[in-house]
Nanobody, 117 residues
Framework: QVQLAESGGGLVQSGGSLRLSCAASGSTFSLYDMAWYRQAPGKEREFVAGIRWTTGNIRYGYSAKDRFTLSRDVAETTIFLQINNLQPEDAATYYC??????????WGQGTQVTISS
């Protein structure tokens, strides 16, 4: 099983930037995919961005638009989500998800992003 720990959330002014981190531990040798999701109060959890760990291919969800950038540190088994020009609609709890080659899925506890105007 893979364990995930997110960090980097906080209170940011509209127009500001944040860099979220998700560190994986445990059975990381079997990692297949890692991704970011977010969930705002009263809304469904939505896909933001993901990376196929084996190939490095990155994909973005509709909500990511042009202000989100996913990157990774292979040695640290960590993915990052850079969010620029934060907008009120970006306020949410951001979750990290990992999938292994054995089709096991894990979620992190989430890190909260709050936007002030």
């Amino acid at each position: 099983q893979v364990q995930l720990a997110e960090s980097g959330g906080g209170l940011v002014q509209s127009g500001g930037s944040l860099r979220l981190s998700c560190a994986a531990s445990g059975s990381t040798f079997s990692l297949y995919d890692m991704a970011w999701y977010r969930q705002a109060p009263g809304k469904e959890r939505e896909f933001v961005a993901g990376i196929r760990w084996t190939t490095g291919n990155i994909r973005y969800g509709y909500s990511a638009k042009d202000r989100f950038t996913l990157s990774r540190d292979v040695a640290e088994t960590t993915i990052f989500l850079q969010i620029n020009n934060l907008q009120p609609e970006d306020a949410a709890t951001y979750y990290c998800k990992a999938e292994t080659r054995c089709y096991e899925g894990s979620w992190g506890q989430g890190t909260q992003v709050t936007i002030s105007s």
